[in-house]
């Protein structure tokens, strides 16, 4: 059973029709505006530094948790169908995960439809990605992460890298993925009850200010659950039983593992779209983010550090299991190793 905090949370999202935002004829001004007002009441995230700054000339943040590990990197892909969201709607989020494995962590704001359409915020997306790696960022220490839209865009981007030749990330994570625009998901008939946010009537009005008059069958950079997914690097996927994305994740996730990919999904009782999001308030969150620490780590081993003649060895420390290194010489760090 869901806790009382998550039954609250889809209460209040029911009473307040967030999902009026995607309804034919919609101030998309006004949309984001309100968006910006309710991630304005969120405050600023704590355990982390948030600094300003500019990547291909796209407005960005840099979030250094805590407890960062050497070189672990995350590019943190915002959602909100690609006519909303920003830094600021999704600096908690980011933040959050940003904890959770320990990385470096870059979010940014890539090209809004309907104004810029297809595919610009996927060209958004791959340029501050390049830029990522040309200015030495390791992509086997790098995380490729996003929600809703940004979950789309975060297979979209690794299916054009991977065609391009260009190295992949090591892993990626996804929350409620939108990869399917073309609405063909049983989901979106039997979960229409049970979503607290979205209607699936309104959905083709959102797909359409991204996509205009193309048929989203066809882009497969755009429904990525249209693309061909072999070589991909392991995947988490979550998404909640109560959305009516919820086929887009499963279906993509069958794709995959299909193609060869090593995917991870987790489907989670009673819960609605992006609750991650809402982890400061909602035990499942948190939980869901534990859930992402453990996949990163078991994935991603800690980097090798040389300090004065030693060696690091990593333990778990704290409630939230983070991985500190203890530096021992390097034959005590093989007994250690050869513990474990």
Same mark, same amino acid.
């Not at 969201?85 to 990385?103: E, F, K, M, Y």
């Not at 066809?218 to 693309?227: D, E, F, G, Q, V």
């Given at each position: 059973?869901?806790?009382?905090?998550?039954r609250?949370?889809?209460?209040?999202?029911?009473?307040?029709?967030?999902?009026?935002s995607?309804?034919?004829?919609?101030?998309?001004p006004r949309g *984001?505006?309100?968006m910006?007002l309710l991630a304005?009441?969120a405050?600023?995230?704590?355990?982390c530094?948030c600094?300003?700054?500019?990547? /291909?000339?796209?407005?960005?943040?840099?979030i250094v948790?805590d407890?960062?590990l050497p070189?672990?990197?995350?590019?943190?892909?915002?959602g909100g169908g690609?006519f909303?969201g920003?830094i600021?709607t999704?600096r908690?989020l980011?933040a959050?995960? @940003?904890?959770a494995?320990?990385?470096?962590?870059?979010?940014f704001e890539?090209?809004l @439809?309907?104004?810029h *359409?297809?595919?610009?915020a996927?060209?958004d997306?791959?340029?501050v #990605?390049r $830029?990522l790696i040309?200015t030495?960022t390791d992509?086997a220490?790098? &995380?490729?992460a996003?929600d809703s839209a940004?979950?789309?865009l975060?297979?979209?981007a690794?299916v054009a890298?991977r065609d391009?030749?260009?190295?992949?990330? !090591?892993l990626a994570?996804?929350?409620?993925?939108w990869t +399917?625009?073309?609405?063909t998901?049983e989901?979106m /008939?039997?979960r229409?009850k @049970?979503?607290?946010?979205f209607?699936p009537r309104q959905?083709?009005?959102a !797909?359409r200010y #991204?996509?205009?008059d193309?048929?989203?069958?066809t882009l497969?950079?755009?429904?990525p659950?249209y @693309? +061909?997914?072999h070589?991909?690097?392991?995947?988490? &996927?979550q998404v909640g039983? +109560?959305e &009516?994305?919820l086929?887009?994740?499963? *279906?993509?996730?069958?794709?995959?593992?299909?193609?060869?990919?090593?995917?991870?999904l987790?489907v989670?009782?009673d819960?609605m779209?992006?609750w991650?999001a809402f982890a400061?308030?909602v035990?499942?969150? *948190?939980?869901?983010? +534990? $859930?992402? !620490?453990?996949?990163?780590h078991? $994935?991603?081993?800690?980097?090798?550090?040389?300090?004065?003649?030693l060696?690091a060895?990593?333990?778990r420390?704290g409630?939230?299991?983070q991985l500190?290194?203890?530096?021992?010489?390097?034959?005590e760090?093989?007994?250690l190793?050869s513990?474990?």
């Amino acid at each position: 059973m869901a806790s009382w905090q998550s039954r609250t949370l889809k209460l209040g999202f029911r009473l307040q029709a967030l999902s009026e935002s995607f309804s034919e004829g919609v101030n998309v001004p006004r949309g *984001r505006t309100e968006m910006e007002l309710l991630a304005r009441g969120a405050g600023r995230p704590s355990h982390c530094e948030c600094t300003k700054c500019r990547v /291909v000339d796209l407005p960005s943040e840099w979030i250094v948790p805590d407890h960062p590990l050497p070189g672990r990197t995350l590019l943190y892909i915002h959602g909100g169908g690609y006519f909303f969201g920003s830094i600021n709607t999704h600096r908690q989020l980011a933040a959050d995960v @940003a904890n959770a494995v320990q990385a470096h962590t870059l979010i940014f704001e890539y090209r809004l @439809a309907p104004e810029h *359409r297809y595919p610009a915020a996927l060209e958004d997306t791959l340029a501050v #990605y390049r $830029h990522l790696i040309a200015t030495g960022t390791d992509p086997a220490q790098l &995380i490729l992460a996003g929600d809703s839209a940004g979950g789309g865009l975060t297979l979209a981007a690794m299916v054009a890298l991977r065609d391009a030749g260009e190295p992949l990330p !090591a892993l990626a994570v996804c929350f409620s993925p939108w990869t +399917d625009l073309a609405g063909t998901g049983e989901s979106m /008939v039997t979960r229409a009850k @049970a979503d607290p946010w979205f209607n699936p009537r309104q959905m083709p009005h959102a !797909a359409r200010y #991204y996509v205009g008059d193309q048929d989203p069958t066809t882009l497969p950079l755009a429904s990525p659950l249209y @693309a +061909d997914l072999h070589g991909l690097p392991p995947l988490l &996927i979550q998404v909640g039983r +109560d959305e &009516i994305l919820l086929s887009d994740s499963t *279906r993509l996730a069958e794709k995959a593992q299909a193609a060869g990919v090593d995917v991870t999904l987790e489907v989670w009782p009673d819960m609605m779209h992006v609750w991650q999001a809402f982890a400061r308030f909602v035990p499942e969150g *948190r939980s869901a983010l +534990d $859930h992402v !620490a453990t996949f990163a780590h078991a $994935h991603l081993p800690p980097p090798c550090i040389d300090k004065d003649g030693l060696t690091a060895s990593y333990v778990r420390i704290g409630p939230k299991g983070q991985l500190q290194p203890i530096f021992v010489s390097k034959c005590e760090n093989q007994e250690l190793g050869s513990k474990n």
